[in-house]
Structure formats: C-alpha cells, structure tokens
C-alpha cells in the first residue's frame, strides 16, 4: 500500500508530457543556474485611479486577497519555486473555486495543471484581465551555496521566508491594493504569522497548514510554482540533449530525470549515470542534500583530492562541502535530504 501512495505521489509531481512553458522561465537564466522573480502584469482594472485633481493621491484599486505558497522543497535536482496569486476579493471562491475547480497542486493531475496556467497566461481569458501571478525561482546552485556557508547558515526555512516577502513587497510596489494575505506556513504558524503581521500592517494576514487546500488564491500560487518547476525541469533537461541526424533532431542520450525528487527511481538512477567523478553534476543539482552526499561517497565513486598541506592521505571530494562535524562523528551529518540507502 505504502508502495503504491509513493509511487502515485511521484507521478503527480512529475511535469506532465507537454507542460506549458509559461512567461516566468528563462532559458538563459534557468541554465546558468541563477535565481531570478517574474511578475506579471497587474490588470488595469486592479491598478490605482489618477484623480481628477492632480494634487490628490490616487484612487487604490479594489482590494485585493494574495496568496503564496511554494513548490519543490524536497526535491535534489531542479529549482524551489515560490508562487503568488493575488485577485478581487469578491471573485476568489467564485471564479477560483466555482469557475475553474483550482486546488492544492499536489491534487491535480499535472496536465490540469498545466492547463490552468495556460488559460492564465492567455489573453481575453477571466483569469488573464482579472488576476496577477509572480514566482521567485530559487535556482539549486543557489540554494545549495547558502546552506553550506560557513559563517551562520542561511538553511531553507530563512531562504523561503525572504522569498515570500520580498514578492509580496513586489506586488505592493506595483500599485496593488492587498488588503488579505493568505500563507502556507513555514514552520509554526503563529510566529511566522506574527512576524508577516508586522511587516505587512495595512493587511490581514493568515498563516496557515494546509492553506492551498482551504484558500483558492492560495490554491492558485501553489499552480503558478508548481507549473513553473516543471517547465524549468524540463528546460533544464535540454542540455542532456543532442543531435541525433544532420536535420538536427534532438534525442534523449539518457533517460528522463523523473520529478527530481530523491524517493522517484528515475531521479537517482539518472544522477547515477550522470555523475562526474570531480564536479558531481550541474547546476541543477542541490549539493546541500544528503542525497548527493551519499552517491559522492559510495563505493569511492567520487575522485580523491590533495589538499595543499602537510599529509600524504588525499581527502574525499565530500569534504570541500559543509563546515565541522555532525552528529555522531558525520563530518556531513548536518546535510538536508532523503538519504539513498531510504529510498533502495
């Protein structure tokens, strides 16, 4: 039974076969490794309203509820994406709910979803004129060189945290009238909605479990990060690509990278065959992660290194990666993810 509730979740965070490539991926930056944050355009109708006397401030637009949530925290390869979803108050559960059946990401099929982040992205559409989406793409070099610091360590948590608020600091700058936010939560829900309440004091704010399964615009952010993860897999995958005839078709020299996630057998079977014996792999990959940890020592697969000090015993790769000793000795013990021998 176990088996098989894994072996459907791993099929629900795969991208589905076509996943639509929407606005928010970039090529250039996707493949360099960089994090980067994409905006949409906010819909007139939510813009502020110049008044006729130009010395007045202007009319704020229709007050608006926000939702954020994240997609990717656990996987070792690909991007964590934060999502947002912002909308007239009065149209969150008709239009989200009602209208185009939004839910928990996790829920819906990848081609559902998908498909709801086309109809987003498409002009004349209600959810085109009448809602604003943002995602901040956390890129895993990125993610991987702030947890291994060696002064105090910038862990997940904290890197998710500046990366809800400076998006929603995004959205107030364009001129959007946020008067509800919506969370879900980051650790315990009162302090993380504590400190949001003071730094977003014109607004209220809700921090909750589960809020992408109680809150539509919530629902909608976790679609937008969820989308864009999976096309930014995708993306990431082209360079494992190469010509295969003179007409320049492209064919998979390896196979398919699965949802990138340490418990799908397709994932650690590709970092397996991909990994090089000094650099690892890309900068898709999250070196941070017990996952890489483990694959990097077992067997003596990865190179042995000379360090420019006295001793002629060379050191593991493993040993430029994190600082001290962990628990028990485990000079990586602090290391986060599925460890390898859980998974087989």
Not at 156 to 177: F, K, P, S
């Given at each position: 039974m176990a088996d098989s509730q894994m072996e459907e979740d791993i099929v629900l965070e795969a991208p589905a076969p076509d996943v639509f490539i929407a606005p928010s991926i970039k090529h250039e930056l996707l493949h360099s490794g960089a994090s980067y944050?994409?905006?949409?355009?906010?819909?007139?109708?939510?813009?502020?309203?110049?008044?006729?006397?130009?010395?007045?401030?202007?009319?704020?637009?229709?007050?608006c509820a926000l939702g954020v949530d994240e997609a990717g925290r656990g996987p070792v390869l690909g991007p964590m994406v934060y999502g947002l979803f912002y909308l007239p108050l009065p149209l969150s559960d008709p239009l989200l709910r009602q209208t185009h059946h939004f839910d928990d990401s996790k829920v819906l099929t990848p081609t559902v979803r998908s498909s709801l982040m086309e109809?987003?992205?498409?002009?004349?559409?209600?959810?085109?004129?009448?809602?604003?989406?943002?995602?901040?793409v956390m890129s895993a070099r990125d993610i991987g060189a702030n947890m291994m610091k060696p002064a105090a360590t910038y862990n997940?948590?904290?890197?998710?945290?500046?990366?809800?608020?400076?998006?929603?600091?995004?959205?107030?700058?364009?001129?959007?009238?946020?008067?509800?936010?919506?969370?879900?939560?980051?650790?315990n829900p009162a302090t993380y909605q504590r400190k949001l309440e003071k730094i977003f004091p014109t607004a209220l704010v809700t921090v909750a479990k589960k809020a992408d399964s109680l809150y539509p615009c919530v629902s909608a952010a976790s679609v937008c990060a969820k989308v864009t993860r999976d096309a930014a897999l995708e993306v990431l995958y082209e360079s494992y690509l190469e010509p295969k005839d003179e007409e320049d078709e492209m064919e998979v020299v390896e196979p398919t990278w699965g949802s990138g996630y340490p418990s799908d057998a397709k994932c650690t079977t590709w970092l397996k065959r991909n990994m090089d014996p000094v650099f690892g792999w890309g900068s898709e990959c999250r070196f941070s992660w017990g996952?890489?940890?483990?694959m990097l020592d077992a067997k003596n697969v990865a190179a042995k290194v000379e360090w420019p000090i006295d001793g002629d015993e060379g050191q593991r790769l493993t040993s430029y990666f994190g600082e001290g000793k962990g628990r028990d000795g485990d000079e990586l013990g602090g290391w986060f993810g599925q460890s390898v021998e859980e998974v087989f």
């Open positions: 944050t994409y905006y949409s355009d906010v819909p007139p109708s939510l813009l502020p309203k110049p008044n006729q006397d130009p010395n007045d401030e202007p009319e704020l637009g229709p007050p109809t987003l992205c498409t002009p004349s559409t209600d959810l085109y004129t009448q809602c604003g989406w943002a995602v901040e997940l948590n904290a890197q998710a945290m500046d990366a809800t608020i400076n998006l929603i600091h995004g959205v107030y700058r364009q001129g959007v009238n946020v008067k509800e936010i919506y969370i879900d939560t980051i650790g996952t890489v940890k483990d």
